[in-house]
């Protein structure tokens, strides 16, 4: 992750939550009161959120000391403890609930993938995202994504070419939307064409696209289909596949399934945050 980029968007969280001050603890608690916190986990998943519990803590105060007892991508069975922050109790207050809420959302979200590659089970095919992403929130949620074994999908329309149906629409053709693109744009830039029908696989063919999509197809389907993509064409498979149905796409012969319910459905996982008293440090 962007360093950078992920102190800037916790700050922005901090601001939303803390406002210009956290009545309660600032009421309560002096700067100089000190003690610990523990993340649990109440349920068993995939962890993810290292750097957002460092980097949170720490803009809040920098000499918060932070115990990790699992790396990203780790599972964790419940009753565990993922880690123990000590320091000022009135930054551990502040910070608990913003970075348990990215913490959880990020574990789901690797929980999820994880399950989806080991539910595929295949060498051949690689399982990876949308960007059907929280706003806001999209590096975060493509990084548990890597972290549950998972691969990215573009991470914005600034960076890959993605000829949908709407742009073939408008465009007049597939053979044209290709065109006009590659009049325009470098030789580091893909082109990836969704498809419907066979007879626009064999125009997306014909144009010379990098990626080849089958959009909402069934594996027999797409089986019949890929036969007439040449091998220097990466091929992908999208739309209506769910974790019921994704052990059926196994030998499809893609080399790409892209997920959107891995970020838009994905469950925040079960981790809860307990003050640490004497005798349970």
Do not use: W
């Not at 998943?45 to 000391?65: A, M, P, R, W, Y």
């Not at 608990?96 to 060498?123: D, F, H, P, W, Y």
């Not at 329309?157 to 470098?186: C, P, Q, W």
Request: negative net charge.
């Amino acid at each position: 992750m962007n360093t950078l980029k992920l102190r800037s968007l916790i700050e922005q969280f901090f601001i939303e939550d803390i406002g210009e001050q956290d009545v309660t603890t600032d009421l309560i608690f002096s700067n100089q009161t000190k003690g610990q916190i523990v993340f649990i986990a109440k349920e068993d998943g995939v962890f993810c959120g290292e750097e957002i519990i460092k980097t949170g803590f720490h803009l809040l105060n920098s000499q918060i000391d932070i115990d990790l007892f699992v790396k990203d991508g780790c599972r964790f069975e419940i009753g565990q403890r993922l880690a123990v922050v000590s320091g000022e109790v009135s930054a551990l207050l502040k910070g608990e609930r913003v970075i348990l809420n990215l913490v959880q959302r990020m574990s789901g979200i690797a929980a999820l993938t994880k399950k989806a590659v080991e539910t595929l089970n295949s060498s051949s095919t690689r399982i990876c995202d949308t960007r059907k992403t929280t706003p806001g929130l999209r590096m975060l949620e493509k990084y548990a994504v890597r972290c549950g074994g998972g691969y990215n999908h573009r991470y914005g329309l600034y960076d890959g070419v993605m000829i949908k149906d709407n742009h073939i629409s408008f465009a007049g053709s597939i053979k044209r939307a290709v065109e006009l693109v590659r009049e325009k744009t470098g030789h580091m830039v893909k082109i990836e064409v969704e498809t419907e029908t066979k007879e626009q696989v064999i125009e997306a063919v014909e144009a010379g696209a990098d990626v080849i999509m089958f959009d909402n197809r069934t594996p027999d389907e797409i089986k019949e289909l890929i036969k007439l993509v040449p091998d220097t064409i990466i091929t992908e498979a999208s739309g209506g596949i769910q974790l019921a149905n994704l052990a059926d796409y196994r030998d499809s012969g893609v080399h790409y399934i892209s997920l959107g319910f891995l970020t838009h459905s994905y469950k925040a996982l079960d981790i809860s945050v307990k003050v640490l008293l004497g005798e349970e440090q």
